[in-house]
């Protein structure tokens, strides 16, 4: 079985293409198992696999690290609209609710590296930054 780089579904040996979003399937379970390292640490340390470069030399820790960055830099946002919004009493709330979003989606995308699959977080999954 391989993965689509752009959905993160299962896709036969035998098909190139994905038949959910029709994108081409180019990481296999071998780089996946060699990598799970470098894919975890890019939801904790984004910017690390982007430093030694392991990004460009596979598919599996480009596609986390690209996940690991956006939700940083969404995460960063959400922060900042907090922080601005605190002076208006609902930033108070906003910013543990968003801290707790990061946090669970951080969680998710360290569970889908460690098992080796390729699925894009919810809400932000389907943005790409890393190409």
């Given at each position: 079985m391989v993965y689509c780089v752009n959905c993160g579904a299962n896709i036969d040996d035998s098909l190139e293409t994905c038949p959910s979003c029709g994108a081409g399937a180019s990481a296999n379970p071998n780089d996946a198992q060699q990598n799970k390292t470098m894919a975890i640490i890019a939801y904790i340390l984004?910017?690390?696999?982007?430093?030694?470069?392991?990004?460009?030399?596979?598919?599996?820790?480009?596609?986390?690290t690209n996940q690991g960055t956006v939700l940083f830099l969404i995460s960063m946002a959400a922060q900042i609209v907090s922080g601005i919004l605190v002076f208006l009493v609902i930033g108070c709330f906003l910013w543990p609710l968003f801290s707790l979003v990061s946090l669970i989606l951080c969680i998710l995308g360290i569970i889908n590296a460690a098992n080796g699959e390729m699925k894009p977080l919810p809400i932000i999954g389907k943005m790409t930054i890393i190409k």
């Open positions: 984004f910017f690390i696999p982007l430093l030694t470069g392991d990004h460009r030399k596979s598919p599996f820790v480009k596609f986390h």
